[in-house]
């Protein structure tokens, strides 16, 4: 099944169609990043076999993904992304006490308005 969203906002206009065989990646984390001009890359992860915090292994993670992004695009996603969160605070804190402390600790002074899309 293809879905179409229509956002007609002040600063975009656009359809977006999705089709159902999207291929959807699941990761653990961004193991490194480069930034740069025009472009920034993001190597994504799983972790195969994790560590203990009492252990001396050495957790094991298998890249999932690269993603090369324009930088302007990445920057914007990253300001989205916060203000998203921001807008969610109190959401957050009804899925348990140390996810809302984390999240509540990276949002501390971050003052984004809520984006148009």
């Keep these: 099944m293809t879905t179409i969203t229509q956002v007609r906002a002040e600063d975009a206009k ?3 169609v999705i089709n159902d065989n999207m ?3 699941f990761t653990d984390g961004i193991s490194h990043l480069l930034m ?3 472009i920034s890359k ?3 992860h799983s972790v195969t076999n994790p560590s ?3 252990n001396d292994e050495i957790e094991q993670r298998k890249g999932v993904l690269l993603l ?3 930088t302007p695009v990445l920057l914007e996603l990253c300001r989205n992304i ?3 969160a921001q807008s969610s605070l109190d959401a957050f804190s009804d899925t348990g006490k140390k996810t809302d402390t984390q999240v509540r600790k990276i949002m501390d002074g971050v003052n984004i308005e809520k984006p148009n899309i």
């Design 36 to 38: 740069g001009n025009p």
């Design 42 to 44: 993001l190597t994504f």
């Design 14 to 16: 656009f359809d977006l």
């Design 68 to 70: 090369t992004i324009p």
């Design 23 to 25: 291929p959807e990646i």
């Design 82 to 84: 916060l203000a998203s």
């Design 52 to 54: 203990l915090p009492d």
